[in-house]
């Protein structure tokens, strides 16, 4: 459609040069040359976008399972989990070895929503984590967001605090309490996720 619509815009407009210079007489040789070069281009341009869609896709995949291996670093590649999904998470990822899961999920935090992918290992036990998006102020919020304190979540297998001040496993951040408690839901999700489905067994 696009493609017709381009040919059918350049052969009006030479029309109207012919028409402003004066010439009543139809597309004349060099009009008709000029507007077979801008249709090969087009077809071109058209072959050439065609396959870009799979191969985006591919590249997205693979820097996706990069991520998803950074927070569980024995898989080796990962199939998408097609099973039922708590409120707040996004997707999980089964390592094809079995050796733990990926899952990301949201909470509400200080500037909004904040996005968390957490690594579970086949103990149940918290691999690492990683913030993949928030709108928190920075310098702030995101003092709960470096990889120093997301490391305190490592080797915890439950979190069953309503509340992250209530919570004796892990500590808020002090100026980041908002914050904090965003990634503490996130993380409290995911880890929720893995136990009520068991889905490292249902794969």
Known sequence: MHKKLLIVIFTISIIMIQVSCGSS???NTFSA??????TTIINE???ISEPATPQIEKVAKENADKTRKEVLPAADSFTEYTGKLNNNIVECYVANNKCGIAITST???FGGQITV???IDKEGAITKIKVLGHADTAGLGTKAMTSEYLKTYKGIKELTASSIKEESNIDYVVGATVSSEG???AVK???QQYKDYNILNNM
């Not at 040359?33 to 801008?38: K, R």
């Open 25 to 27: 007489k139809p597309i």
């Open 33 to 38: 040359h000029v507007l077979d070069n801008i």
């Open 45 to 47: 341009t058209a072959l």
């Open 107 to 109: 909470s509400n935090s």
């Open 117 to 119: 992918i957490t690594g």
């Open 183 to 185: 990634v503490f839901n």
């Open 189 to 191: 999700a995911a880890l």
